[in-house]
Structures are given as C-alpha cells and as structure tokens.
C-alpha cells in the first residue's frame, strides 16, 4: 500500500474538489462520510478512488443527516472524519453539527456553497454564511475557514483537522461551488515535509480498561435535565471559546493604513476584491483590503480599527447580506459608513467593485 | 476529402473540451465542413453550452444543449439530445467532446453508429500535471479502463503557471505510456503564449504541435 500521496512538494492542475480530497488525504484524515450533493461530488469521487490507495474508508449514507451523525460517530471511535456537503445538505446537517459542538466532537464539515434557498441553483453562491457560522439550535461554537483560492483549500482542509482536534469544536472549510469545479495549478505537499505536526486523534469511546477501576466512566452529553444545569454547560464552552479565539483568528488585511476606503469581502469574491484594490491602487485610489479567513471566529476587533480609521467600508458578497451582518455586529459602535454590492447566488467581478468604487469616491 | 471524426475522452478537466473546440477551429479554418458536438453527460460544469454561439461565430456547427431548455442539469443528470444521437450522419468532419472518465467514454455507444464507424479515431487527452495521471502506470491503467482508445493527446499544463518545460516534460511521459499502450502519441498541445517555444511545430520528441487557444475558462456554466 502507497504510504503517501505526495512526497515533498510538487505543482499540479486541480479542481477544487480534488484539492480538498487530496488535502484530506494529505492531512491523514482516516474516513470520509457522505452523500452526493452538486457542487461537492468530486471531493467523494476523487476522496474514494484513492481511498483504497491509501488505506482510507467511505461510507455513503442515506442522507446528510446520516452522513453528519456517521461522521460524529467516525471521530468517536478515535478516527479523524470528515464530510461534505452543500445547499439543502447543509441544511440536513445542521442537527449532527450542532451535536457536534454540543458534545466538542472534532468532525471536519467542508461546505461547497450553492444557490438558494432550498434547491435553487447547483452552480454558486455565499449564500450558506449565516447558516455554517450560526446554524443549528445553539451558539454557534465552530471555527468557519472561508478559503479563496485552491491553495487555501489544500492549506484549510488540511489546518481544519488540526484545529478541530486542537480545540474540539467543529471546523468548516467554507468554499463555493465556483472554487469546487474551478481549475487552477496548486502546490500540493506532504504537511509532514513542511514542518506541520498533525495532530493524532484518540477515541472518545471504548477506551482500553475497567471502567470504575482504571479509569473514569465516559459520559457524553448533549441532554441536560434543568435549565441550570445547560446554562452553566453553555457559559463555560463560551467562555473556553472566547479563550482561545484569538489563537484561532485569522484575517488579510492589505493597504488599509491610509484608506479612504476598505473593501471587505470573504471567500472566492475575495479574489476580485484584491484585483479591484489593486487596479485602483494603480490609478492613485487609496483602496483598502480585509479579508476574513476566519468567519467564525470573526476578526472583529481587527476590523473596528480598520473602519474606525478609513471611515468607509465597501462590503461585497454574492448574498444578500449574510456576511454584512457578520460585519456590522463585529464593528458596532464604529462611525464608518458601510456601502454594498449584494449578489445573492451570482459572482462579482473585479470591474463591478472598481466601477462602484470610482462612482463613489 | 477524407471525413475525419474524432472524439475527444479522457480524465476529468484533462483538456478534452479545449482540444475538442481547438481542433474544430483548426478544421474549419482549413475550409472544412466541421460539426463539433457536445457529448459530455457526465458534468454540467465546463462544457460547450456557455460558448456555443462565440464557436458558431468562428465558423463551426456546434450541437449543443442551450442551458435555459434544460431542467436539472447537475441534479437530475443530463440527457442526449436527438441531434446528438444523430450526429455521425451529418456531413464533414465530425469532432466529439466526450464527458470525463470511463462513464464518459461510453456515451460513444449512444452515437448511432459510432463503434461501426470506420473513419472514427478515438484519442484520448492526458495531462500529466493532473494527479491522477502523474505517472506512466497511472496513465496506462486509466487508458485501459476506458475501452478503446487510438491514440494519446499530451496536454500537459499548469494553467496559468505552464512553462515550455513542464509541456516537454509531459511529452515524455505521454511518450512512453504511449509506447506501452502500444499507441501513437497525436500531438503536443500548447497555450498561444508558448507558442513561440515551439518554432518547428513540433515538441522535443517530435510530436506535431496544436497550439491552443484558450476558450474554457469562460464556460463554467
């Protein structure tokens, strides 16, 4: 059996969906739950032609509330599991994942956004930020990587595992199903190679010894009897949540020291963003740039300071707003103005953003 | 004139759909009569559909679904149109753009008449930047999955970051699978920008040379 995917590092010419198989490959994921949803289908087609290889497993289930709930129970068993899914399987998703922050099971979710609501368009949006981040009856404890490129796809699908084994709250690999079917080169690697530790998982049950003589009893719960009890479960994974989100946090911020004007966006519309920044950069504009890597958690405190100073904020995604409300409840209090473009499930180009820009300033 | 029909199968996004359209143009520009048909039933996403009217443009008869008749595409499959079914009775060259992988090299028996066809070449487009097909055993084992085949295409690249050394060097690995397979290498496609790496038209190894225009990437949906 091959022992590894990638010795080294080379360059290769990917889809997106291959990227994230190859990187959980890569990032010695062990199992791979699913079921079939446009745009995410290559990250199982592609995940099980080289599951064999490699000694992984897969198991399709009959639905995503199955895949979710088979996923949590890979990761209690001691193995590094993962999913994906889109649209209205993030939907059906919703209960495993939230049961997942619930019971700080370390299950990987990555997510291909499509249009919506409900089954709307196979192709692409960012339409699905409110509910990844927030989703599910809870408080939201999960960490959201919102990826813009194929080689943060192979870097976040990889870093997701160890985060979520880290901090065991639930990760998400947010893409698009324009990232998903994209092709682009990308320098896949062994992490090992790059210095990355991966973190080992361990089983959560049927550890070894006697219980009540070698060891503690192993009592999982997402059920509580008083409204006490739940209170004092929730405050204190807040609490721990907070602790370490800044360790978790991350954010691209680029010529925002002495803007007039930040262009804030997330994802694969981060791309035209840059490329607007840059061009007006070139005519003598003074355009800012931040992009969220994190959308949970939010780098909110990083953000404030960059509205508090340049006054202005462009925010552009292809949603109308979901990613708007993540801003404005991150940088409230700030005087900064806040102008738009919305494209709920269309894409947005660099000439949009430059268009708008130069009508306003 | 000899009728040539040619399809074009091979790896998922290993360049069937760009070769397809190239070579069409390439025909056409030569005063030939040239249909060029969409057969890709395996992924919605990158086919003829966005551009269908641009290739008209340039002189080609394209068959090709318009998106806004179909239902479900990417959901509920896709279907063949009648035209399709049909194609190989249309006159002049026939070139078809096949859907990815060993499900793809099937619809062939869709086409009336293809497998009796004795004009029809079969040629199968290899990127070795693709994973899949990085090495010699994995393009030989991916070749012999997918029935007949008459010929390999090397379509090495890495998008935006091909270099000439990267193409010469899929050349050789294509060569070799090539020799194997016991099957002659067709050509050695390259991106209008290296063109001018390539004076004699040929490759290092001496394969002629099909330079590429880049149509694709605008065809997402």
Same mark, same amino acid.
Do not use: C
């Given at each position: 059996?091959?022992?590894?995917?990638?010795?080294? =590092?080379?360059?290769?010419?990917?889809?997106?969906?291959?990227?994230?198989?190859?990187?959980?490959?890569?990032?010695?994921?062990?199992?791979?739950?699913?079921?079939? #949803?446009?745009?995410?289908?290559?990250?199982?087609?592609?995940?099980?032609?080289?599951?064999?290889?490699?000694?992984?497993?897969?198991?399709?289930?009959?639905?995503?509330?199955?895949?979710?709930?088979?996923? /949590?129970?890979?990761?209690?068993?001691?193995?590094?599991?993962?999913?994906?899914?889109?649209?209205?399987?993030?939907?059906?998703?919703? =209960?495993?994942?939230?049961?997942?922050?619930?019971?700080?099971?370390?299950?990987?979710?990555?997510?291909?956004?499509?249009?919506?609501?409900?089954?709307?368009?196979?192709?692409?949006?960012?339409?699905?930020?409110?509910?990844?981040?927030?989703?599910?009856?809870?408080?939201?404890?999960?960490?959201?990587?919102?990826?813009?490129?194929?080689?943060?796809?192979?870097?976040?699908?990889?870093?997701?595992?160890?985060?979520?084994?880290?901090?065991?709250?639930?990760?998400?690999?947010?893409?698009?199903?324009?990232?998903?079917?994209?092709?682009?080169?990308?320098?896949?690697?062994?992490?090992?190679?790059?210095?990355?530790?991966?973190?080992?998982?361990?089983?959560?049950?049927?550890?070894?010894?006697?219980?009540?003589?070698?060891?503690?009893?192993?009592?999982?719960?997402?059920?509580?009897?008083?409204?006490?009890?739940?209170?004092?479960?929730?405050?204190?994974?807040?609490?721990?949540?907070?602790?370490?989100?800044?360790?978790?946090?991350?954010?691209?911020?680029?010529?925002?020291?002495?803007?007039?004007?930040?262009?804030?966006?997330?994802?694969?519309?981060?791309?035209?963003?840059?490329?607007?920044?840059?061009?007006?950069?070139?005519?003598?504009?003074?355009?800012?740039?931040?992009?969220?890597?994190?959308?949970?958690?939010?780098?909110?405190?990083?953000?404030?300071?960059?509205?508090?100073?340049?006054?202005?904020?462009?925010?552009?995604?292809?949603?109308?707003?979901?990613?708007?409300?993540?801003?404005?409840?991150?940088?409230?209090?700030?005087?900064?103005? #806040?102008?738009?473009?919305?494209?709920?499930?269309?894409?947005?180009?660099?000439?949009?953003?430059?268009?708008?820009?130069?009508?306003? /300033? | 004139?000899?009728?040539?029909?040619?399809?074009? $199968?091979?790896?998922?996004?290993?360049?069937?759909?760009?070769?397809?359209?190239?070579?069409? $143009?390439?025909?056409?520009?030569?005063?030939?009569?040239?249909? @060029?048909?969409?057969?890709?039933?395996?992924?919605?996403?990158?086919?003829?559909?966005?551009?269908?009217?641009?290739?008209?443009?340039?002189?080609?008869?394209?068959? +090709?679904? %318009?998106?806004?008749?179909?239902?479900?595409?990417? %959901?509920?499959?896709?279907?063949?149109?009648?035209?399709?079914?049909?194609?190989?009775?249309?006159?002049?060259?026939?070139?078809?753009?096949?859907?990815?992988?060993?499900?793809?090299?099937?619809?062939?028996?869709?086409?009336?008449? +293809?497998?009796?066809?004795?004009?029809?070449?079969?040629?199968?487009? $290899?990127?070795?930047?693709?994973?899949?097909?990085?090495?010699?055993?994995?393009?030989?084992?991916?070749?012999?999955?997918?029935? @007949?085949?008459?010929? @390999?295409?090397?379509?090495?690249?890495?998008?935006?970051?091909?270099?000439?050394?990267?193409?010469?060097?899929? +050349?050789?690995?294509?060569?070799?699978?090539?020799? @194997?397979?016991?099957?002659?290498?067709?050509?050695?496609?390259?991106? %209008?920008?290296?063109?001018?790496?390539?004076?004699?038209?040929?490759?290092?190894?001496?394969?002629?040379?099909?330079?590429?225009?880049?149509?694709?990437?605008?065809?997402?949906?």
């Amino acid at each position: 059996m091959a022992e590894k995917p990638i010795q080294g =590092e080379r360059k290769a010419f990917l889809t997106g969906n291959e990227v994230v198989a190859y990187a959980a490959v890569a990032g010695e994921a062990d199992i791979m739950y699913g079921y079939p #949803i446009t745009p995410q289908n290559e990250i199982m087609h592609y995940w099980t032609r080289m599951a064999p290889k490699y000694g992984k497993r897969f198991l399709q289930t009959e639905d995503e509330l199955s895949a979710g709930f088979t996923t /949590l129970g890979g990761v209690l068993s001691g193995a590094k599991a993962f999913t994906a899914t889109a649209g209205p399987g993030n939907t059906l998703m919703q =209960e495993p994942m939230s049961m997942a922050e619930m019971m700080r099971i370390p299950a990987v979710f990555v997510i291909q956004q499509r249009g919506g609501p409900s089954t709307a368009t196979v192709i692409y949006s960012q339409q699905e930020v409110t509910m990844t981040t927030y989703g599910g009856n809870g408080e939201g404890f999960r960490v959201v990587y919102s990826t813009a490129t194929h080689q943060d796809l192979f870097d976040y699908t990889i870093k997701a595992f160890n985060t979520a084994w880290k901090y065991r709250f639930p990760t998400f690999v947010l893409g698009d199903g324009y990232q998903a079917k994209m092709r682009e080169s990308v320098t896949i690697y062994d992490p090992q190679a790059r210095g990355i530790e991966l973190i080992k998982p361990t089983p959560y049950l049927g550890k070894p010894g006697s219980i009540g003589k070698d060891r503690e009893v192993t009592h999982m719960r997402n059920t509580y009897n008083t409204e006490e009890e739940l209170y004092e479960v929730v405050m204190s994974m807040a609490k721990e949540y907070d602790s370490v989100a800044p360790e978790i946090v991350e954010f691209d911020a680029r010529e925002v020291d002495d803007a007039e004007i930040v262009i804030v966006s997330h994802g694969v519309v981060s791309r035209a963003a840059l490329s607007a920044m840059l061009e007006l950069r070139g005519a003598g504009y003074k355009v800012g740039y931040f992009r969220p890597v994190t959308l949970r958690p939010f780098p909110g405190d990083q953000l404030r300071k960059v509205a508090d100073n340049a006054k202005r904020l462009l925010v552009v995604e292809s949603a109308l707003g979901q990613f708007n409300k993540l801003v404005q409840t991150n940088i409230y209090g700030s005087a900064a103005t #806040i102008d738009t473009i919305f494209k709920p499930g269309v894409g947005v180009t660099s000439e949009e953003i430059v268009a708008k820009i130069k009508a306003t /300033l | 004139m000899q009728r040539l029909v040619e399809a074009y $199968i091979g790896e998922y996004a290993s360049g069937k759909s760009e070769n397809a359209i190239n070579r069409a $143009i390439e025909l056409a520009r030569q005063g030939r009569k040239v249909t @060029l048909v969409d057969l890709d039933l395996v992924e919605p996403f990158y086919t003829l559909r966005p551009i269908q009217d641009e290739l008209r443009q340039l002189g080609i008869d394209v068959v +090709a679904w %318009e998106t806004r008749n179909t239902m479900g595409l990417g %959901e509920a499959g896709n279907i063949l149109k009648p035209e399709m079914k049909w194609v190989l009775r249309r006159e002049g060259d026939i070139i078809m753009d096949i859907g990815y992988g060993v499900e793809g090299a099937k619809t062939l028996n869709l086409v009336e008449g +293809a497998l009796t066809d004795p004009d029809l070449k079969v040629f199968a487009v $290899i990127n070795v930047s693709r994973p899949m097909t990085f090495s010699i055993p994995d393009i030989i084992e991916h070749v012999q999955g997918m029935g @007949l085949v008459q010929g @390999l295409l090397n379509n090495t690249h890495l998008g935006d970051d091909t270099t000439a050394d990267v193409i010469e060097a899929g +050349a050789e690995v294509v060569a070799e699978a090539a020799r @194997l397979l016991n099957l002659p290498v067709v050509a050695t496609s390259v991106d %209008e920008r290296l063109a001018a790496h390539f004076p004699g038209g040929v490759d290092r190894l001496g394969h002629p040379v099909r330079i590429l225009r880049r149509f694709m990437p605008k065809a997402f949906w």
